[in-house]
């Protein structure tokens, strides 16, 4: 099997980045055009692509602090007196707050829509009602468009190349996906994260029981969106002729 090294969506990145440029046959203007065109849940998912998602951070500042100690004279037990000494010094920590793209918002929401008419149409019965439907949908949106967008770690099995060179007698005989993480070189999010990203109140064989068929149902819709998105800008490489008289033309 042939794996696509170069892929689409990092085209569609560097096409951006490289600005407009002339004589080059795909420039930001070109892939802007293209994108516009996209229905507008891919649209969207296209500019979120393309925009620096990141988490708020948030500096905890803890100020120095005044510390004095007491001290008894030598010469008279009855005698003490307090002494300031040197101050615990203070500190500046960041910690990850929440996320700060209004897109990453829109998009969740209209993937939470979709996974929610589903949930609606199953008749699905959360384990503990937590509010409404939506809310859970949101919740898995979220699991499913953060497993996209942040690189939560490398896959240490394949040190995030996504395959793995295979040796026969220090002879190269091929190369095989990693099974790992199925490719992708990122270490997905666990069970447990799932849950506490969704805001669940579930166990793990609850989860995957009964909610991890949403998740997969929000992926393979990200997948509709970015087939659509890889569709729409290879057109701009290639051009089929269909009419004859023009294919004349050309030979
Ligand atoms: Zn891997």
Redesign the pocket.
């Known amino acids: 099997m042939l794996v696509e090294r170069f892929d689409f969506l990092e085209l569609l990145r560097l096409a951006i980045a490289q600005g407009v440029a002339e004589g080059k046959n795909i420039s930001k203007d070109v892939v802007l055009g293209e994108m516009a065109l996209l229905s507008r849940p891919a649209h969207l998912w296209s500019t979120l692509l393309l925009e620096k998602v990141d988490f708020e951070r948030i500096a905890i500042i803890t100020p120095p602090q005044k510390q004095t100690r007491t001290f008894y004279s030598r010469y008279d037990f009855n005698y003490q007196y307090e002494r300031r000494i040197e101050d615990v010094p203070g500190k500046v920590e960041f910690v990850h707050g929440p996320i700060k793209s209004a897109n990453f918002f829109r998009v969740r929401n209209q993937l939470a829509f979709m996974i929610h008419q589903e949930m609606i149409k199953n008749n699905f019965k959360p384990n503990n009602a937590q509010g409404d439907l939506s809310h859970i949908a949101k919740g898995i949106a979220e699991v499913v468009l953060r497993g996209h967008l942040f690189v939560k770690a490398m896959?240490?099995?394949?040190?995030?190349?996504?395959?793995?060179e295979l040796f026969k007698a220090s002879q190269h005989i091929g190369q095989k996906l990693?099974?790992?993480?199925?490719?992708?070189?990122?270490?997905p999010y666990t069970l447990n994260e799932k849950i506490t990203i969704a805001k669940l109140n579930v166990t793990k064989s609850g989860y995957s029981e009964r909610y991890a068929k949403y998740e997969l149902l929000g992926e393979s819709i990200v997948a509709q969106w970015e087939n659509e998105i890889r569709g729409r800008l290879k057109r701009s490489f290639y051009f089929e002729v269909d009419c004859p008289e023009q294919q004349e033309c050309l030979t």
């Open positions: 896959c240490g099995y394949c040190c995030g190349l996504g395959k793995l990693c099974e790992k993480c199925q490719g992708t070189g990122k270490r």
